[in-house]
DNA sequence: AAGTGGTCTAGACCACATC
DNA sequence: ATGTGGTCTAGACCACTTC
């Protein structure tokens, strides 16, 4: 059992289920909360902090889908015991390097608007034919190149410059544009590099490569972006935390 | 704006939440209401059903979480325009070849109790040489090999046989031991196939294959398994759906 | 201005695990 | 028997989007 220092600002335009979260949150990550340890019941932990429980419910229920916490009727709250904790959440690559600090650099091989070839009109929910931008990107982190990347987006949706592409990355682009992303289908898979691609990745034919396409739809419903890029294995592999509801 | 059936029946031992979110999760998968289609508001679905706006809320939360719906302060509730909608859950590759229908086989390759390796060590949380179940097993799809699989487990856990093996995944197992799995950490890559791995699989050496190790945790919050598998990127890749929250 | 979801309260009763 | 989380109510006020 461990009671964690917790107070809330009520004038903070912070929700107070998150404040809550929050604290809980870095007393784990400091170690403060042990991984095994149980915390205080949900009822206890509410009067520490001067709210109802169902808010506290609320907060201890977002580390739980965050995968930091386990809960059980009869038993108690406890922390999960796992070491590593990193989870692919809806960003994009870009996002993905430079919060590791990797430094990520890009040259825009394409952009162009095209007609939508029928695979990507059935992803994006076009009619076949309809025209879409096409952007395709290398990716490199520090001098290394690590991905080749094709998008496509619906029309009008987007219209990036080169440079736009050069500085951010396309999730960053979206998002500043007002495009709020909250589902993806992703397929992850593999196969050998084709010429063009060892040649663009620096790689020898043959070499296996991981593959990754999705498809992204906003707070809206709407397909937003279809991606199929490719990364060199030896470079990148996905991380992911898979939890139970 | 679409009203689907609804209909709560407060005997049942089934949530009310949980029904209602059954009921429209039918409702979409059957077309009932279509992709971008909006939902009525929460107030209205609870007047309807009988219930307090908390609970219909709770319901509709379930299926956001699940991908079905998306939610926009001030708009409403729609349906997600995705035509593709697996997504892998903390459920084993035996369970998802029987539920799709695919007639998985196994063949047990070895069963033992080992002294854990330094790796294995670090992720069940145990202390390095200490004893743990390994278990190397090769999945077929029909008369095809899949993959091959090398787990761990902690020493005492589970002591299968290899008949259980053959027979039921060994989530299933691990669930009749009254073990309930929450989370998984997983990292998914693919490299060129030894020649072991390849005459396992009966492919030729240096073709890509798709790796993916695991560690998961059950409701306590131990580490349960620490799987290490390999499979061929010819017949098998990953699909999953990413909810932002 | 009207309508939507987001947050919050202060309780209640129940099911399950453990002792 | 006790303690835990799971479910549920009947409201309230607020923030955001759209018209």
Redesign the interface.
């Known amino acids: 059992m461990n009671r964690p220092a917790l107070s809330v600002d009520r004038n903070s335009p912070v929700p107070l289920y998150f404040q809550v979260a929050q604290q809980l949150e870095a007393a784990i990550r400091d170690g403060k909360v042990a ?2 340890e149980r915390l205080e019941n949900e009822v206890q932990l509410a009067d520490r902090c001067g709210l109802s429980r ?1 808010t506290v419910r609320q907060a201890i229920q ?1 580390l739980v ?1 965050k ?1 930091l ?4 009727r009869g ?1 108690g709250t ?8 990193r989870s ?3 960003t994009s690559l870009y996002d993905d390097l430079a919060a590791a600090g990797g430094e990520p650099r890009t040259e825009v091989l394409e952009l162009d608007t095209v007609e939508a070839p029928d695979q990507v009109a ?2 994006l ?1 076009v009619p076949p034919g309809a025209p879409v931008a096409k952007l395709r990107r290398l990716r490199y982190t520090g001098a290394e190149p690590l991905a080749l990347l094709t998008n496509y987006l619906p029309g009008g949706l987007l219209e990036p410059t080169a440079a736009d592409l050069a500085e951010h990355g396309l999730y960053e682009l979206l998002r500043a544009a007002g495009i ?13 590099a084709t010429a063009a691609e060892a040649q663009a990745l620096d790689e020898r034919r ?5 593959t990754m396409t999705r ?1 992204a ?7 937003v972006e279809y991606g199929s890029h490719v990364y060199r ?1 030896s470079r ?10």
Chains 1, 2 share one sequence.
Do not use: C, M
């Not at 916490?69 to 059980?72: F, N």
């Not at 406890?78 to 904790?85: D, L």
């Not at 709020?180 to 050998?192: F, M, V």
């Not at 739809?217 to 397909?223: E, F, Q, S, T, V």
């Open positions: 991984p095994g169902p977002h889908d995968g916490l386990v809960r059980k038993v406890q922390v999960v015991q796992a070491q590593v904790r692919v959440e809806l059935k992803e929910g709020n992303l909250r589902i993806a289908n992703q397929t992850i898979g593999a196969r050998s043959g070499v296996p490569l991981l498809t739809y906003d707070d809206k419903g709407r397909a294995a990148y592999s996905f991380a992911l935390t898979l939890v139970e509801r």
